[in-house]
């Protein structure tokens, strides 16, 4: 009988401790798959914050880059591109809450662009305003670190081109077809002011001269007006701002058809 016990007693100690070891091990494996897991959410929440800051410093990047455009474009020192780029690195480098952040940028310097910056409006039948960097973003935080590099344009775009035809004496119709381009897309005109030469002297067309605008939405734009000029060609200027206040300019030679 005590021989039993014993036996039952041994039996019963060796299955608490299978019982025990496999508890040990069921806790184990879910505290492991529980950290696990956790570690996921941790990381995706991580990554999830540092992509959007990414998206964020970008979208930043090409806003300074535009507003500094329209400031040169419109007679603003061609200097002003890296001041507010600089701006915008100082203020990317006191926010810490991802880790510290540093963004570099070069403004593009070649045969066309000056200090980042590109305005081209004496080609015939083309205007240019144009603004390039080349950008380095070095993010060190706890989760991880990122290197991202990366380049912006900012590129308003207008060509023109037209004839005229004669009606009485010294009075020509003109017809001008221009569009509007942003990096080669159509592109959208705010505001657009056209002036032609006579005698020497650029004048602007007014709704006297029976000035029309037939915006097509699409970036194309048909214009038309009356002029008394004696010239047998007419040239043609046209002053346009973008929908992002950034001013192109082009001009054109019209002949008789």
């Given at each position: 009988?005590?021989k039993?016990?014993?036996?039952?007693?041994?039996?019963?100690?060796?299955q608490?401790?299978?019982?025990?070891?496999?508890?040990?091990?069921?806790?184990?494996?879910?505290?492991?798959?529980?950290?696990?897991?956790?570690?996921?959410?941790?990381?995706?929440?991580?990554?999830?914050?540092?992509?959007n800051?990414?998206?964020?410093?970008?979208?930043?990047?090409r806003?300074?880059m535009?507003s500094?455009?329209?400031?040169?474009s419109?007679?603003?020192k061609?200097?002003?591109?890296?001041?507010?780029?600089?701006?915008?690195s100082q203020v990317f480098?006191?926010?810490?809450?991802?880790g510290?952040?540093?963004?570099?940028?070069?403004?593009?310097?070649?045969s066309?662009y000056?200090?980042?910056?590109?305005?081209?409006?004496?080609?015939s039948?083309?205007?240019?305003?144009?603004?390039?960097?080349?950008?380095?973003?070095?993010?060190y935080?706890?989760?991880?670190?990122?290197?991202?590099?990366?380049?912006?344009n900012?590129?308003?775009?207008?060509?023109?081109?037209?004839?005229?035809t004669?009606?009485?004496g010294?009075e020509?119709?003109?017809?001008?077809?221009?569009?509007?381009?942003?990096?080669?897309?159509?592109?959208?005109?705010?505001?657009m002011?056209?002036?032609?030469?006579?005698?020497?002297?650029?004048l602007?067309?007014?709704?006297?001269?029976?000035?029309?605008?037939?915006?097509?939405?699409?970036?194309?734009?048909?214009?038309?007006?009356?002029?008394?000029?004696?010239s047998?060609?007419?040239?043609?200027?046209?002053?346009?701002y973008?929908?992002?206040?950034?001013f192109v300019?082009a001009?054109?030679?019209?002949?008789?058809?």
């Amino acid at each position: 009988m005590k021989k039993r016990q014993r036996k039952f007693r041994a039996n019963s100690s060796g299955q608490l401790l299978i019982v025990a070891a496999l508890a040990i091990a069921i806790l184990i494996s879910s505290t492991a798959i529980y950290v696990y897991e956790l570690s996921k959410e941790t990381n995706s929440e991580d990554y999830s914050a540092i992509s959007n800051f990414v998206l964020a410093l970008k979208q930043s990047t090409r806003n300074a880059m535009i507003s500094s455009l329209a400031n040169v474009s419109n007679g603003g020192k061609k200097n002003v591109l890296a001041a507010n780029l600089n701006r915008l690195s100082q203020v990317f480098r006191s926010i810490n809450n991802l880790g510290i952040c540093q963004l570099a940028f070069t403004p593009l310097s070649d045969s066309n662009y000056d200090s980042g910056t590109w305005l081209s409006w004496n080609i015939s039948d083309m205007g240019v305003s144009s603004a390039y960097a080349n950008f380095t973003l070095e993010l060190y935080g706890m989760a991880m670190n990122v290197t991202l590099n990366y380049a912006v344009n900012v590129t308003t775009a207008i060509t023109l081109n037209g004839y005229f035809t004669k009606l009485s004496g010294n009075e020509k119709l003109v017809n001008l077809t221009c569009n509007v381009y942003n990096k080669g897309e159509p592109g959208l005109a705010k505001n657009m002011t056209f002036f032609y030469e006579r005698l020497g002297s650029w004048l602007p067309v007014d709704l006297s001269d029976n000035l029309s605008i037939m915006d097509y939405g699409n970036g194309t734009c048909r214009v038309s007006f009356t002029i008394s000029t004696p010239s047998n060609a007419v040239q043609v200027s046209a002053h346009i701002y973008d929908v992002r206040d950034i001013f192109v300019q082009a001009n054109t030679t019209c002949y008789e058809i």
